[in-house]
């Protein structure tokens, strides 16, 4: 098991470093930054000078070993440039409302995917499993800051039911949340489902029978187990594509996450926010997906001894 | 077709059928198709025949575990009650608990994610309502009984950590461990290496004996059979084609597709004539089953009347019969 | 006659006397029907708009669906606030979507096909190289990278397709890898080897037709995830630009006017979801067509 926790540790920092890489390489090629710290009518040797200060010309790893060394040691991604504070404290300060909302969207999806999936098996071809499964189609096929918008117009401006937008009371996560886990309930949905035929119709499954057992033990101890195993699997890459989604559902519910933060930072060419956005979010799905591979070490006895 | 029995039997099977649905709701297939049998404590019964005829089925049709779209009908009876007639809940009291089955891999029967433990006390604690002491000490006689060294270290292992042989012991002390009045093992050594067979074999005649089971055993190696059989019934396309006791059947083989099986056989006396000879053809498609006996088109014997009428039971001796219009002559 | 088992009978093992297929039918119907506008529309286009998308008409702004009070069938579906015609800007919209998926999608397995042949026929260091790098991509959410390439590259078209490939290419790559590794163990490959072919050659000739049935699958299976994509990329600014239309646009424009003018963005997203459907459908249907003959190979 700590081989197996060590290897995935390791893992997950390699990527953590590529990431770096990629924001480093991605920020550079945005063009020279320096052009616009100065005034336009700027001699050329002002521009030359501003440029050694940042470092811009020195050989493109050196000044990437720099970047690594700020980011890494001083978690220094520059000032934002909107807020005048360091990057790194208005990410921060935005995160938790991203995990709040995901955190949210997650267990609601996993709840409804995993529940639906284990009822459309159990009733594998017949009406419940027909809608449930065209359901699901229709919810991995719709957009989902689409399907926020209809949200907010049918349950926020027409019923009155909720808040059209904005974080506040319990009733402003309702809808972000529901949106958000719509296409991941419907992957997991799927996915459920047919493990859970498959483990259903097992040769263990059919032991368990023939030893008389009764068939919720069956169906909830061991064939759901058994399945969950790939739905484990799926749901960790869910998570990255919970996140991003986010990051659009926030704009349709001007929710005040990482989301909103981003696209306004881009908007406003805001780089070093760009960067802290980026490499936070990307470092703390590293370690979300770190916690599931580690969750699977331990559902099933078979993994650590690989 | 009946076997008759000495004493008062624990089981008696009558005319038993099963008929599923193909492929996309094709033809009907016959795949258990009147089987008679009893079977009395302490009496070992070897069912043999090639893979498809109906063997397995035959073991799921005892335990009335065929799929929902099955068709059947006959009768079961065990011990004196008649199993055909019971609600589902009752059914489920009644397996692991008076009617065990021993499967074919173990590495595949056991869950992967549960402990040798946990799936050895489920049964224990659903039929026998055991818990505690009493289950664990339960446990550690059986495992011992199955001839397990260190049976408490082996609760805590999980099935991926133990050799298929061990598997299969910790399977049979889980068939047996609520003291079934009879035991079925479908193909219980065809997923073990040769050298742990025959050890496996000696456990089942071992149990058997001690604790007087009623054995059924189920395979298509005739020498598997032999060996701790004391009767034996051959099936065929869904039938039971000859049956009796085994040596009489050994010595005496009435139908010519037994005959070609026990030559065909490598521990039998295939291996003195030099080469292997194989039954010639594949065995019948079940929707499609010809006219007259199953056998005939791929009989040695066979002359016009097998390919017209369907043999009936004929006696070969008081407790041998084959369904075999030569028996007839 | 025999009796019904049903009352007295557990359900047992399902897979093999009760039928496993699903409503498989010969052709996926269905499927083609929401398919076939974004086609029609994407191939003959121009022909077909009722009105110029991009001719504004202040005139005409706002106008609400034709079966509503105010509304005017020759703008069947209402128009924005320049007057735009909304039939006409999702036809228009259709065409760019259908450019940038397929775009992308083939671009993505021009990359990902062969790498994957190369990591699973080479297996070593490339290998381990190749899905290492996947692995990473992999761990970043597609929004994510594609905000990160557009803040690179600006927004604009190529911002999108360069996107779409750098997003798709890994789940080429470890697909086709899974197929070389099975490959490169077959008899035929050997048996090249041994006939001195060079390695250029074996992978030309015989691996790749082998792993084109998959190919084409997951191309097809890939084609809806993309349409998707384009339209978040779409909506957040970063993709297609005005004013150029592309259904993203479309929905973005429909936001700020979603309490008045609600059919600017409803519209553009059931067309979203039409087609992404229409392809989900056609690409799980041509999955399981192809998978069984490839198993009975």
């Known amino acids: 098991m700590l081989a197996y926790a060590l290897k995935r540790i390791q893992l997950g920092l390699i990527a953590i470093l590529v990431v770096s890489v990629f924001v480093f390489i991605a920020v550079r090629l945005s063009g020279d930054v320096s052009l616009m710290l100065v005034a336009t009518d700027a001699t050329p040797e002002e521009l030359a000078t501003v440029r050694h200060e940042l470092g811009l010309d020195r050989p493109l790893a050196v000044q990437y070993g720099l970047f690594a060394q700020r980011v890494f040691l001083h978690g220094d991604f520059g000032t934002s440039m909107r807020y005048g504070v360091p990057a790194l404290d208005v990410v921060l300060g935005r995160l938790p409302a991203t995990i709040q909302l995901a955190g949210l969207a997650f267990a609601l999806a996993l709840l409804l995917g995993i529940g639906c999936g284990v009822i459309a098996a159990l009733h594998r071809d017949q009406w419940p499993d027909k809608i449930l499964r065209s359901v699901a189609a229709l919810g991995q096929s719709t957009p989902n800051f689409w399907i926020g918008m209809m949200f907010v117009l049918i349950f926020a401006v027409h019923l009155g039911w909720f808040p059209t937008g904005g974080r506040g009371s319990l009733s402003s996560l309702v809808l972000p949340a529901i949106t958000l886990a719509i296409p991941s309930s419907a992957s997991i949905l799927r996915i459920t489902r047919s493990a859970m035929i498959d483990a259903l119709g097992s040769e263990s499954v059919n032991f368990l029978r023939v030893m008389g057992t009764p068939e919720r033990d069956i169906v909830w101890q061991h064939a759901l187990r058994n399945a969950l195993i790939p739905v484990v699997a799926l749901a960790g890459i869910q998570l990255g594509m919970l996140v991003g989604g986010a990051l659009i559902v926030e704009i349709v519910f001007s929710w005040p996450g990482l989301g909103t933060l981003l696209v306004d930072a881009i908007n406003r060419r805001d780089y070093s926010l760009i960067q802290a956005s980026v490499f936070v979010t990307s470092t703390f799905l590293v370690f979300l997906n770190l916690m599931v591979d580690l969750l699977f070490g331990v559902i099933d006895p078979r993994i650590s001894y690989r | 077709m009946s076997l008759p029995s000495t004493a008062k039997p624990v089981l008696e099977v009558r005319e038993l059928k099963t008929w599923l649905r193909g492929h996309d709701g094709g033809a009907l297939l016959k795949v258990v198709d009147g089987i008679s049998f009893s079977l009395a404590a302490g009496e070992s019964l070897g069912i043999i025949g ?17 799929p929902l779209d099955a068709q059947g009908g006959g009768s079961v009876v065990l011990e004196g009650e008649h199993l055909e007639n019971k609600s589902a809940h009752e059914l489920r009291s009644i397996r692991g608990r008076r009617i065990a089955m021993i499967l074919q891999d173990p590495m595949v029967a056991l869950d992967p994610l549960f402990s040798i433990g946990d799936q050895l006390a489920a049964p224990l604690a659903n039929h026998l309502n055991l818990s505690g002491d009493a289950l664990e000490a339960r446990m550690i006689e059986l495992l011992t009984a199955v001839g397990i060294a260190a049976p408490a270290d082996r609760l805590e292992q999980y099935p991926h950590e133990m050799s298929g042989g061990m598997l299969q012991r910790v399977v049979s002390a889980m068939a047996i461990s609520c003291d079934p009045a009879v035991l079925i093992a479908d193909e219980p050594t065809t997923g073990l290496d040769v050298t742990v067979q025959a050890q496996f074999l000696d456990l089942l005649e ?32 869904g039938r039971i084609v000859e049956a009796g006791p085994m040596e009489d059947v050994l010595e005496r083989p009435a139908h010519p597709y037994t005959q070609l099986l026990l030559a065909s056989a490598p521990h039998m006396g295939g291996m003195q004539r030099g080469s292997l000879p194989t039954i010639p053809g594949t065995p019948p498609h079940l929707g499609r089953l010809p006219a007259g006996c199953a056998f005939a088109p791929r009989c040695p014997q066979a002359f016009d009347r097998c390919r017209v009428d369907t043999p009936p039971e004929f006696a070969v001796s008081a407790k041998h019969s084959a369904r075999c219009w030569l028996v007839a002559q | 006659m025999p009796t019904p088992h049903a009352t007295t009978t557990e359900p047992a093992i399902a897979a093999d006397a009760v039928a496993t297929r699903s409503s498989a039918t010969r052709w996926p119907w269905f499927a083609i029907l929401l398919l076939l506008p974004i086609f029609v529309f994407g191939l003959f286009g121009p022909l077909l708009y009722p009105h110029d998308p991009s001719a504004a008409d202040f005139s005409k702004a706002l106008l609400p669906p034709a079966w509503l009070e105010g509304g005017n069938w020759s703008y069947a579906l209402g128009t924005d606030a ?92 470890r697909v086709i890898r899974g197929e070389a590794l099975v490959l490169r163990n077959r008899p035929f490959i050997a048996l090249a080897r041994v006939a001195n072919c060079s390695h ?18 997951l191309v097809t299976l890939q084609f ?10 779409s909506f957040l600014g970063l993709g297609i630009q005005p004013p150029a239309s592309a259904w993203g646009l479309l929905i973005n424009d429909g936001r700020a006017v979603l309490e008045t003018a609600w059919w600017l963005a409803l519209f553009p997203g059931l067309a979203v979801m039409v087609t992404v459907l229409g392809a989900n459908l056609l690409g799980d249907w041509l999955s399981q067509a192809i998978d069984p003959k490839r198993r009975g190979a």
């Open chain 3, 200 to 217: 250029t050659r074996i992978l030309l000739r015989h691996m790749l037709p082998n792993v084109m049935s998959t190919a084409i699958v």
């Open chain 3, 82 to 173: 320049l007057g735009r015609d909304l039939v006409s800007r999702i036809m228009a919209g259709a065409r760019v979507s259908l450019l940038v998926a397929a775009v992308g999608v083939i671009g993505a397995g021009l990359i990902g096909v062969p790498l994957g042949l190369l990591a699973g026929y080479a297996g070593g260091w490339l290998d381990n190289v190749i899905m290492r790098i996947a692995d990473v991509k992999m761990s970043i959410p597609a929004v994510l990278l594609i905000i990160l390439i557009g803040s690179a590259l600006g927004g604009g078209l190529q911002t999108i397709l360069i996107g779409i490939i750098i997003v798709f290419w890994a789940s080429y790559a």
């Open chain 2, 206 to 237: 071992d149990l058997q004996r001690r604790r007087n089971l009623a054995l059924i055993l189920i395979t298509h190696d005739v020498g598997v059979a032999v060996r701790i059989c004391q009767r034996i019934a051959v099936m065929y396309a």
């Open chain 3, 224 to 233: 809806g995830p993309a349409i998707m994509i384009e339209a978040g990329i």
């Open chain 2, 50 to 66: 090639e893979s498809g005829s109906g063997k397995s089925m035959t073991a799921m049709s005892l335990m009335r575990l065929t």
